[in-house]
């Protein structure tokens, strides 16, 4: 496993600022140039979640950056309209309704430009995109877009659709909702559970739902009902999949505990794909939260990536003396 | 609008590059210029859009403004555990003595969200500023660190469901190892012993002494505003040619259901402020 972190120096990156429009808007980035390119080796695109700038949450971005670079690929990270530094304005103050967007492709062209700048000022034609969550699916959809988009790195792929109007217990996979209800029933000897559920304060509607769900199933017996299409999944999502599936290489990074990973496996692989080849490699890393924050986390996440790339890419051969 | 005047540049420091974003205004008011300074961690990207914004406004006001990312932040060399209070004061002082040159600058107003309020109010004396404005700047560093360490003991109760590692454990290991993870970011122990050493109010002589604006942002209306920005308004030694604003908002240096960009309510005092109300009138 990578040795992260480390207190050594850093050395500063080979950067430079480079903007480009997208809709009328100015988006600024940073192109960050390895020292040692890798032979034949793409360009990455680094997508924000969404409605953060462009660095990321605890500055992943950058950290991405100095791996890719470290690997031999030249990296843009820029921001979308409306977030960050960049130009324009987005139509909704609502984080729901904005991360609803961004799921639906609100940021796809804005991707688009990111890939074709990037393969302008690199002088190469293959990218890799890569994302945390509404960065993963931006990505994907750049890739739908794109022929030169040749591989994509999606932490936390969210594939089900934010329903603002619907129940959060009857969006949830099967599978996450037996998880909330295992969650549940590990407090059932707690005072302080008890002390919620007495005073209002516990989430009546999701609890009922889990449990007589899981119940019914039980009753029912065998698989359920088959369904080709479960409730609430992200149609923009399957149709990018399939647009991209066997042309695009895919890496899908998940936190155990991640709702999104629940989501991917029981609804999207055991449903959609169900026999389906799955022409991706899936990680699932334990003990993190949404954004990989713990070292460990980290440390995991950027072996993972490394050797994702080498494999798909190759490395440098030249050895240092 | 298009901001066609905004320009994105490095700026070099002894061997390495500072990020910073100049707003040249289309018709110049005055001598004066702003000099923003960013929230840390994770609150300077809560923040970030409506720190843009700000600017923005202020610049359409006639006033160039200069924001810039500390070494370890932003986009600026460094990994974050690399940051001590000596580079940030390093950073203040190229990027105020870039923009003096750069824009001719003869009034020089310092401005900052949180921890970039409290470095305001710290360093506007020894560059000469002519005036501060802070939102909800952090009085006492070693409480802030105390409360952001709450978000490990947080974070690890989503991932395992219990407390592993108390915060005297989380100390412990940051004297053992040189840094201590607070949200993913590794803050090094030396800047944690700097800030934690930081209490303005319980040293006025290092306040700056001429007007300042602080606003602080409640959630609840006829609130008094938060004990820092008090404890902070009342050490200033220019307190008769400063203000302490209040504002109903949430706070936007943390996670919310609204996107924080910032409103016309937010930036009218310190357009107010730096557009000239800093010269000498009667604090509130």
Redesign the interface.
Known sequence: MRDYPSLEASRPLNEEILCFESRGHRLPGILSRPERPLPGGPGVVIMSPGLKHRVGPHRMSVKLARLFTELGLPVLRFDFHGTGDAEGELPSRSVPELHESIQNGYFADDASKAVAALCEASGLDKVITCGLCGGAITGLYAAEADSRVDGIIGFQLPVKKLDLEADYADQISSEYSDFILTLYLKKIFKPEAWKNFLSGKSEYSLIWKTATRRIYRLFRGGRGQEVDIPDGMNLNFLRAYDAVAGRVKMQWIYSVEERARYDFEGDFEKICLADRERPYDKIVLPDSNHEFAPDDAQARLFTEIEAWVQRNYGRNTDEEG | M???L?T???LPLS???I?T?MHRPESRRGRGGVLMLHPF??E??WV??AG?RLARALCAAGLPVLRFDHRG???S??????MTLTSMVEDIEAAADSFRKSEGIEELHLFGFRLGGTMALRQAAGLGAASVGAVNPIAAGGAYLMKALRSNLT?QM????EVRQDRETLLAHMRE???L?L????IGAGLFDELSALDLPADPAALFPGPCLLLSLLRREGAAADAESRKLFEALPGRETSRLETLISPPIWGE????A?GDDALFAPFLEWFGGHWRGEASS
Do not use: C, P, W
């Open positions: 298009r901001e066609s905004e994105f540049s490095f061997g390495e590059k990020f974003t961690a994770e300077k990207l970030g859009r843009t932040h932003g986009d060399d460094r990994a974050h555990h690399e974070t989503g991932i395992y469901g190892t040189g840094m993870n949200d993913g970011y590794h919310q259901k609204v996107f960009v």
